[in-house]
T-cell receptor
């Protein structure tokens, strides 16, 4: 089955700096890649997603890039703010698996003042 | 998106007992899933809740331990049976409204003593 690896496990940046989280997946048939943000004690919230027919997608300070050949995708957060502090999860799924998501191990992002 | 609620929000149970968790959505959804998130860990898919038929379980999860019902398109239950301390986790339902985008319920925090 699908295996998703995520790095780094923890990331500390200063407010205003950029943060990058990287994920790799094993199943070349995967074609949908969402990113979730989970604040302490809260549910995972979808922040951005990308499909395999697109190489990059941006939403304000958040962007995701996808390299199908290398089977990796990345989350980029620019101009980080303290409220960006949370655990971020990448995930992957493929058409025909009824939307079943395989999650990465998570990255704890700490934005310091 | 959809408004998803779960009951109970948290519970403390004795080993050997069972707990049924409810997931209610405010609109009809195509897919419903149940995930487990162990303390400090990522999300692991338990099963797909199929409307009107038996759930589809992932490797490592069995119906006797985690019976699931989905009587209609807006409601599902997950039972954690014969609980042990290792079952202490957050249990989350998720739904797909349209396409592949998956939204999560608030979760049920379970502590087994």
């Amino acid at each position: 089955g699908e295996n998703v690896e995520q790095h780094p496990s923890t990331l500390s940046v200063q407010e205003g700096d950029s943060a990058v989280i990287k994920c790799t997946y094993s199943d070349s048939a995967s074609n949908y890649f969402p990113w979730y943000k989970q604040e302490l004690g809260k549910r995972p919230q979808l922040i951005i997603d990308i499909r395999s027919n697109v190489g990059e997608k941006k939403d304000q300070r958040i962007a995701v890039t996808l390299n199908k050949t290398a089977k990796h995708f990345s989350l980029h957060i620019t101009e980080t703010q303290p409220e960006d502090s949370a655990v971020y999860f990448c995930a992957a799924s493929k058409t025909g698996t009824a939307s079943k998501l395989t999650f990465g191990t998570g990255t704890r992002l700490q934005v310091t003042l | 998106s959809a408004v998803i609620s779960q009951k109970p929000s948290r519970d403390i149970c004795q080993r050997g007992t069972s707990l049924t968790i409810q997931c209610q959505v405010d609109s009809q959804v195509t897919m419903m899933f149940w995930y487990r998130q162990q303390p400090g860990q990522s999300l692991t898919l338990i099963a797909t809740a199929n409307q009107g038929s038996e759930a589809t379980y992932e490797s490592g999860f069995v119906i006797d331990k985690f019976p699931i019902s989905r009587p209609n398109l807006t409601f599902s239950t997950l039972t954690v049976s014969n609980m042990s301390p290792e079952d202490s986790s957050i249990y989350l339902c998720s739904v797909v409204v349209v396409g592949e985008t998956q939204y999560f319920g608030p979760g049920t925090r379970l502590l087994v003593l």
